[in-house]
């Protein structure tokens, strides 16, 4: 069974910067595709970024295209979160998360119930 860990969240200025971290251990993390969710309080988790298992692809939610950038370093068994201009309605527990499916192509449909192991969590909170 994987275990993911997440780290690098904290609290952060309105237009300020993050990086999250997320280590994976176990075997094979390269086949694997990955995502990243937040949920902050009172709302449902929602999809934020997801990167197929090879790197080369790579897709976000509207609401953070160009600002947030995932990739991964399959040699280390991580995968990141960059996170810049960084709003207020950014504030929320991220979730990092492995898929289901090995080597699977096509991630733009992919949704929380493709993934089916998930990490602790880490608060990002952005004040105004």
């Known amino acids: 069974q994987v275990q993911l860990v997440e780290s690098g969240g904290g609290l952060v200025q309105a237009g300020g910067s993050l990086r999250l971290s997320c280590a994976a251990s176990g075997r094979s993390f390269s086949n694997w595709a990955m995502g990243w969710f937040r949920q902050a309080p009172g709302k449902e988790r929602e999809f934020v970024a997801a990167?197929?298992?090879?790197?080369?692809?790579?897709y976000y939610a509207d609401s953070v295209k160009g600002r947030f950038t995932i990739s991964r370093d399959n040699a280390k068994n991580t995968v990141y979160l960059q996170m810049k201009s960084l709003k207020p309605e950014d504030t929320a527990v991220y979730y990092c998360?492995?898929?289901?499916?090995?080597?699977?192509?096509?991630?733009?449909?992919?949704?929380?119930?493709?993934?089916?192991?998930w990490g602790q969590g880490t608060q990002v909170t952005v004040s105004p």
């Open positions: 990167i197929r298992w090879s790197g080369d692809n790579t």
């Open positions: 998360a492995k898929d289901r499916v090995a080597q699977r192509m096509i991630i733009a449909t992919m949704r929380s119930s493709d993934f089916g192991s």
